[in-house]
């Protein structure tokens, strides 16, 4: 299992993206679910996945083989809009059902993945996608500004209290470092490193990149505070009188 969280605001985006992978308790690796594409000045992208490993990787494989297509192929690097680089990625995603889709079911594995997909490319405003397993997908909107993968129920309430559009990006991250951490605390399919990425509005070029390890200083502090904080709230609240 996986958690992926991609958030569009006002003055930019952010991805984050654990990196556990596990196969049953005793097999558990790590490998970065996020994938980024970036052309300064002209166009940044980011790709996040879920799902089946082989399959995320053949995807980013296929949109990474772009680099080399024929000069009058649409690729990731010469698309004209972000819907026409989502719509690459669910080609690549159906590429990769019709190649190894059946094999794997016929097995009994899982051959499912998701794809959360944004960025901006010059000309157009930055815009946000997640794609399915089947290759179609959807895109945020005001009313969804942001988009989850995977293990994303206990993270979700945090988001849905906190995040608006306009929500300022410092405080925004810190909303999505607590849902991981929500996530972290209740599955142990979700784990670190976290794999962070801001990109500021019309920038075409990515702002920080940033990789959250065990220990690292903030969420540690981050994590302590609010895990406190909640124990010391629900404290506060008034017993049910009903049960006098």
Known sequence: ???????????????????????????????CKMRVY???????????????????QGVTNILDRHKFADKDERTIWNA????????LAGDALREMQRRDGAVLM????DASANIILGGQIKG????????????NFIEASDETPYFQLGE????????????????PQKEAAKCVLISFDSTIKSNISV???????????DALRVGVQQRIREGDPYFSMLRQRWGGGLRRVFGELPDPDWLE
């Open 152 to 167: 994303a129920k206990y993270g979700k309430p945090i988001l849905d209290r906190v995040l608006t559009p306009g929500t």
């Open 106 to 109: 016929q097995s009994g594995i």
């Open 191 to 201: 784990g670190l490193p976290i794999d962070m990425l801001w990109y500021p509005k």
């Open 1 to 31: 299992m996986t958690y992926c969280v991609a958030l569009r605001l006002d003055s930019g985006m952010i991805f984050a993206s654990d990196s556990r992978t596990n196969a049953g308790v005793d097999h558990i690796a790590t490998f």
């Open 124 to 135: 157009e405003q930055e815009r946000l996608f997640h794609i399915y397993s089947q290759g």
């Open 80 to 87: 004209d809009s972000m819907f026409d680089v989502a719509t």
């Open 38 to 56: 970036e052309k300064a000045d002209d166009r940044v992208i980011v790709v996040l996945s879920s799902g089946n490993l082989a399959m995320t």
